[in-house]
Structure formats: structure tokens, C-alpha cells
């Protein structure tokens, strides 16, 4: 079992800046994807970023390209989300996720933080 947990989130007025964590149990997957998801007010969850366990490779949603940045650090089993230039739009509760990729294809989710862009 993969136990995830978030920080790092809280209240920041639109420009600012925010990073998220998602401290993981150990695990062993041979191939993985570690991804933050949002999901704001009135608003299905939706995928924020991605990266691959296999090269690094990572992806971004349209809406934070050039604005948000995800990262890990392998020897702390810690994910980051580095937000810059928030907007309004950003406000939501970002989840980290753990995909399986392979036969199990098998998720683990985090708690959740909530992150809010607000004057």
C-alpha cells in the first residue's frame, strides 16, 4: 500500500507563488507515473502535471504551462508542484497521484491540500 501525503498549500493573492509536496511511502514500481491533480468549485478533477518514472519525461495541462513545474526528488520518495503566477482559476484542492504503469494500472491517491488565489 502507498501511502501519499500533501503540503504546502494555502492562500496566496493572484501573482504569487506556492509549492506543493507529496511525501510517498517507499514503493517499487518498475514503471510509474507521479501526477498532481486539481479539482476546483463546481469543477470535475482534472490533471495538472505529470512525470514519468521511466527518463523523467513530465506533461502539463494547457492551462499552467510555463506556470507550474513539477519535479521529484527520488531519495526522499517526494514529489513537488512548484506554482508561479497564480490566477483565481488555480484555486482548488490538488491531489497527488501514484498511477501503475503496468498490468495493474492501479492508482493511489493522496488527502488532498487546498490551495487558494484570492485578493
Known amino acids: 500500500q502507498v501511502q501519499l501525503v500533501e503540503s504546502g498549500g494555502g492562500l496566496v493573492q493572484p501573482g504569487g507563488s506556492l509549492r506543493l509536496s507529496c511525501a510517498a511511502s517507499a514503493f517499487i514500481f518498475s514503471t510509474y507515473a507521479m501526477s498532481w491533480y486539481r479539482q476546483g468549485p463546481g469543477k470535475e478533477r482534472e490533471l495538472v502535471a505529470t512525470v514519468l518514472s521511466i527518463g523523467g519525461h513530465t506533461n502539463y495541462a494547457d492551462s499552467v504551462k510555463g506556470r507550474f513545474s513539477i519535479s521529484r526528488d527520488i531519495a526522499k520518495n517526494t514529489l513537488y508542484l512548484q506554482m508561479n503566477s497564480l490566477k483565481t482559476e488555480d484555486t482548488g484542492v490538488y491531489y497527488c497521484?501514484?498511477?501503475?504503469?503496468?498490468?495493474?494500472?492501479?492508482?493511489?491517491w493522496g488527502q488532498g491540500t487546498q490551495v487558494t488565489v484570492s485578493s
Open positions: 497521484n501514484v498511477k501503475r504503469l503496468d498490468r495493474t494500472g492501479r492508482d493511489y
